[in-house]
């Protein structure tokens, strides 16, 4: 079906700027014309027309740390959900991350192959989610952060066993391997700057994992730990919570190529609800939390003045930061890092449509992009929490525009929750 957006105020996700009185073309799944209604060309007469009202339109935006498998358990017990209750679950998320905006996912991890799975039935129209790039489970070494079994880890050692690691990776068809270098405050046997891998082990698992077409995520929050990530050409880094001048100029050389996603919600949600898991606030401290929000302020302020390409993301779907609240990143963005509303909206749309397709078919509204738009109910640029509030948004995916998606039973038109 081929739409005309008429009467509404354009991000097109290519600068800070915003065009009122503007109009989009959509022709199948495509972007035929996105501008001002006064530079409109002439159109069929077979269109479906709306009138937007004045409403803000914006790119789709993509979740660059997605887990859509975990089901908001503990974060101390992530792994730990049985796979039939973990699939259910995933099917439940995909609809809430499109309902939330996000029209495009990178995976960071994923319990079990359900990934995979998720993404072949998006694709094939049997479930409303965004686009997926898929990852197996977390590769981690020995006594490495993700060492603890159950089904989110896949644990080997050495370059060869690695290399074995990602081929069985690619034999069930992942798009992204993800690997623990560093681990996690709360984790003894692998905290943050002690490195689970050598360098010959990232390594192979990186050389590997490009020579067949699959692009690799990781985990690390140290200096050390990003650092051997870009030697290796690691495509996407998670936190880099605790980076030095070397690691910021190693990344400003390779910033047409990795993503930096800071991934803070974990940090922010731990010390303001660590008491509903049963952690006291001075013990989440001295574990050293608030540090390490501090120390990512610090990395985040020396990232954006070396013009590295961040991403939103933040390990959302455990109990204390779950899902359906992905839009949250932006508001730390803009409250934490400092940044505009308009620059936090950047990092969502065209920088993580960048990191989703590098060749730029999503992440902004141009002719001839993939036809993913949000239409909001309000102005994101005066006040960027409005992108949390599904009710005031409206999604089109692919040039499918979803009716509803917000109503958690969309199947009774007078639902209590709609």
Not at 134 to 156: E, H, P, W
Not at 229 to 250: C, S
């Amino acid at each position: 079906m081929d739409y005309l957006f008429r009467n509404l105020r354009l991000f097109d996700g290519t600068s800070e700027n915003a065009i009122d009185n503007a109009a989009i073309w959509v022709s199948g799944n495509k972007i035929r014309f996105a501008g001002s209604q006064a530079q409109l060309p002439e159109t069929p007469d077979n269109l479906v027309e709306e009138d937007l009202s004045g409403k803000f339109v914006m790119p789709g935006m993509t979740e660059t740390h997605a887990h859509l498998s975990f089901a908001d358990a503990s974060p101390f017990a992530i792994g730990e959900t049985l796979v039939e209750e973990a699939t259910v679950t995933a099917v439940k998320n995909a609809r809430l991350m499109l309902s939330s905006g996000f029209t495009s996912a990178v995976s960071f991890g994923s319990t079990y192959k359900i990934d995979v799975a998720l993404r072949e039935a998006i694709t094939e129209g049997k479930v409303i989610g965004p686009r997926m790039l898929a990852a197996g489970r977390d590769l981690g070494a020995t006594a490495s952060n993700v060492d603890s079994g159950g089904g989110l880890s896949q644990i080997a050692d050495g370059p060869w066993a690695l290399r074995k690691a990602v081929r069985e990776q690619r034999k069930i068809g992942v798009d992204v391997v993800k690997i623990f270098i560093d681990g996690e405050a709360i984790n003894n046997q692998n905290p943050p700057g002690e490195l689970s891998f050598t360098d010959d082990e990232v390594i192979a698992v990186v050389e590997e994992a490009h020579r067949r077409e699959m692009k690799v995520a990781c985990h690390a929050r140290s200096a050390a730990a990003v650092k051997q990530a870009v030697r290796a050409g690691v495509d996407f880094i998670g936190h880099a919570n605790y980076l030095d001048q070397e690691a910021v100029d190693m990344l400003e050389k390779k910033r047409d190529s990795v993503f930096v996603g800071p991934a803070i919600a974990w940090e922010v949600s731990y010390l303001e609800k660590c008491e509903s898991i049963g952690v006291t606030r001075e013990t989440v401290i001295s574990q050293g939390y608030q540090k390490e929000i501090d120390a990512t302020i610090e990395t985040v302020s020396m990232l954006r003045e070396a013009g590295i390409k961040l991403v939103v993301g933040g390990d959302y779907g455990i109990s204390i930061a779950p899902h359906g609240t992905y839009a949250k990143d932006l508001e730390y963005f803009v409250e934490l890092f400092g940044m505009s509303n308009a620059e936090a909206i950047l990092c969502a749309t065209k920088n993580g449509g960048l990191a989703f397709d590098p060749e730029g078919s999503v992440g902004t509204i141009c002719e001839g992009t993939l036809a993913d738009l949000v239409v909001v109910d309000g102005n994101p640029l005066d006040d960027i929490r409005i992108l949390q509030d599904h009710a005031k948004l409206q999604v089109m995916k692919d040039g499918v525009l979803y009716k509803d998606l917000h109503n958690p039973n969309p199947y009774l038109a007078n639902s209590p929750n709609s």
